[in-house]
C-alpha cells in the first residue's frame, strides 16, 4: 500500500519561507506525476504545483516566481519550497500522486487517485 506524507508545515509571517516534503513509502515509482493542492477554510480545493515523471512543472498563477517544486527520486520525496509568502497562502497542503494521466488532465483533481493527510501552513501579517 502505497502511502504519502507531508512535513514542514508551521506558522511564518509574511514574507517568510517555509518548504514543505512529501515522502512516498509503499510501492513507488519515478513515473509518478505529483501535484501540490491546498485548501484554505472555506474555499475549494486549489490546484498549486505539479511535477511530472519528465520533471516538467506547472505553477498556479498566484504562486508562480514564488514557489518551486522538485523531486528526488532515490528518496522518493516531492519538495515544495515557498518563499514570500503571503496570508492567502494560508491553507492546509496536500500532495498527491498521478499516475499515468495526460498533461492535461494532470490539472484535474480527479486524476490523483493518492493523498496525503495534509499539513497546516499558517502566513500571519
Known amino acids: 500500500q502505497v502511502q504519502y506524507v507531508e512535513s514542514g508545515g508551521g506558522s511564518v509571517q509574511a514574507g517568510g519561507s517555509l518548504r514543505l516534503s512529501c515522502t512516498a513509502s509503499?510501492?513507488?515509482?519515478?513515473?509518478?506525476?505529483m501535484g501540490w493542492y491546498r485548501q484554505a477554510p472555506g474555499s475549494e480545493c486549489e490546484l498549486v504545483s505539479i511535477?511530472?515523471?519528465?520533471?516538467?512543472?506547472y505553477y498556479a498563477e498566484s504562486v508562480k516566481g514564488r514557489f518551486t517544486i522538485s523531486r528526488d527520486n532515490a528518496k522518493n520525496t516531492v519538495h515544495l519550497q515557498m518563499n514570500s509568502l503571503k496570508p492567502e497562502d494560508t491553507a492546509v497542503y496536500y500532495c498527491?500522486?498521478?499516475?499515468?494521466?495526460?498533461?492535461?488532465?494532470?490539472?484535474?483533481?480527479?486524476?490523483?487517485?493518492?493523498w496525503g493527510q495534509g499539513i497546516q501552513v499558517t502566513v500571519s501579517s
Open positions: 498527491a500522486a498521478s499516475y499515468g494521466c495526460s498533461t492535461s488532465d494532470l490539472l484535474r483533481r480527479d486524476a490523483y487517485p493518492y
Open positions: 509503499g510501492f513507488t515509482s519515478d513515473d509518478s506525476d
Open positions: 511535477i511530472s515523471s519528465d520533471g516538467s512543472t
